[in-house]
């Protein structure tokens, strides 16, 4: 006799799914940022075919130049494209997002399960979140930066470790309510191995707030590595990163505010975006805020 778990909003039926997708799309400000979003990664996918210069390419000739025609968002202190430069420096950006994402997930989903389901290891793993949690993300961030070297997969790395106690937390938090739910409970009494309850009815039931803070984790990654560019403890500033582009273009401000600005349009409209289709997402995947929807 099989137990199907409680099924959640993202892993349900297909007509939930298009309702979810039809009352994300009817709020503007949801639609306007999934627009943006899908903008910015086109033109990060695309950018070897809509750049129109090499973002690497020097020009001393050109240093410096205002945004014109020809560079649309100027040229920085070697004369290099900063439009250019911005659409390379996205597809950095948005990765190392992304891949923060993927890492801080699993560790956080592999902490939270052990500390919220197995009652023995709770006191133990609980312990070590609430010690990582008590450094400032960015400091604790730039610590294991400075460990490690910087280096793009380094900064990933860090930044991982750094937020992956997030979802530990909110992963722990729902899987000590979800163990003591009926189906969990009859689910062992009919002998089904442990791995199994984990994964296909604890998990399974954790989509909707992971989908929802991994949003909000994106955003933080791209402000993060911004910060360690910034600072200079991430990515080589050879590499054009929207956060190395800041940090090259501050010596110039006030006289080339261009190298920043440019930039730092394309982190805001980022971070903004995400955290406008992670709130909307909240609200449509929590039953009771649906309501009011």
């Given at each position: 006799m099989a137990i199907a778990s409680s099924p959640s909003v993202v892993s349900g039926s297909s007509s939930d799914r298009w309702q979810i997708l039809r009352l994300l799309?009817?709020?503007?400000?949801?639609?306007?940022?999934?627009?943006?979003?899908?903008?910015?990664?086109?033109?990060?996918?695309?950018?070897?075919?809509?750049?129109?210069?090499?973002?690497?390419?020097?020009?001393?000739?050109?240093?410096?130049?205002?945004?014109?025609?020809?560079?649309?968002?100027?040229?920085?202190?070697?004369?290099?494209?900063?439009?250019?430069?911005?659409?390379?420096?996205?597809?950095?950006?948005?990765?190392?997002?992304?891949?923060?994402?993927?890492?801080?997930?699993?560790?956080?989903i592999l902490l939270g399960l052990v500390a919220g389901f197995f009652r023995g290891a709770d006191k133990v793993v609980s312990r070590l979140i609430d010690a990582m949690m008590a450094f400032p993300d960015i400091l604790l961030a730039i610590s294991l930066v400075a460990a490690l070297g910087p280096s793009l997969s380094n900064v990933?790395?860090?930044?991982?470790?750094?937020?992956?106690?997030?979802?530990?937390?909110?992963?722990?938090?729902?899987?000590?309510?979800?163990?003591?739910?009926?189906?969990?409970?009859?689910?062992?009494?009919?002998?089904?191995?442990?791995?199994?309850?984990?994964?296909?009815?604890?998990?399974?039931?954790?989509?909707?707030?992971?989908?929802?803070?991994?949003?909000?984790?994106?955003?933080?990654?791209?402000?993060?590595?911004?910060?360690?560019?910034?600072?200079?403890?991430?990515?080589?500033?050879?590499?054009?990163?929207?956060?190395?582009?800041?940090?090259?273009?501050?010596?110039?401000?006030?006289?080339?505010?261009?190298?920043?600005?440019?930039?730092?349009?394309?982190?805001?409209?980022?971070?903004?975006?995400?955290?406008?289709?992670?709130?909307?997402?909240?609200?449509?995947?929590?039953?009771?805020?649906?309501?009011?929807?």
């Amino acid at each position: 006799m099989a137990i199907a778990s409680s099924p959640s909003v993202v892993s349900g039926s297909s007509s939930d799914r298009w309702q979810i997708l039809r009352l994300l799309v009817t709020r503007k400000t949801v639609l306007i940022s999934l627009i943006v979003l899908i903008v910015l990664v086109g033109a990060a996918a695309l950018a070897p075919w809509i750049a129109p210069f090499d973002p690497y390419k020097l020009s001393i000739m050109n240093r410096l130049k205002a945004p014109g025609s020809l560079h649309w968002f100027g040229t920085d202190d070697f004369g290099r494209d900063v439009f250019s430069r911005v659409i390379y420096g996205g597809r950095l950006s948005l990765t190392v997002g992304f891949m923060v994402v993927v890492l801080s997930s699993a560790l956080g989903i592999l902490l939270g399960l052990v500390a919220g389901f197995f009652r023995g290891a709770d006191k133990v793993v609980s312990r070590l979140i609430d010690a990582m949690m008590a450094f400032p993300d960015i400091l604790l961030a730039i610590s294991l930066v400075a460990a490690l070297g910087p280096s793009l997969s380094n900064v990933i790395i860090a930044l991982g470790i750094v937020y992956a106690p997030r979802l530990a937390r909110i992963v722990r938090a729902s899987t000590l309510v979800i163990r003591e739910l009926p189906f969990v409970e009859a689910a062992r009494a009919l002998g089904v191995p442990t791995r199994r309850i984990v994964t296909v009815h604890v998990l399974r039931n954790l989509m909707s707030p992971l989908l929802v803070q991994g949003t909000f984790t994106f955003a933080y990654a791209i402000l993060a590595e911004a910060g360690l560019s910034f600072l200079g403890v991430g990515v080589s500033p050879d590499i054009p990163t929207w956060g190395t582009m800041i940090n090259g273009g501050q010596q110039y401000m006030g006289t080339a505010d261009w190298i920043m600005v440019f930039p730092g349009i394309a982190i805001v409209l980022a971070v903004m975006s995400l955290q406008l289709v992670g709130d909307g997402l909240r609200d449509v995947l929590d039953p009771r805020l649906r309501k009011e929807l």
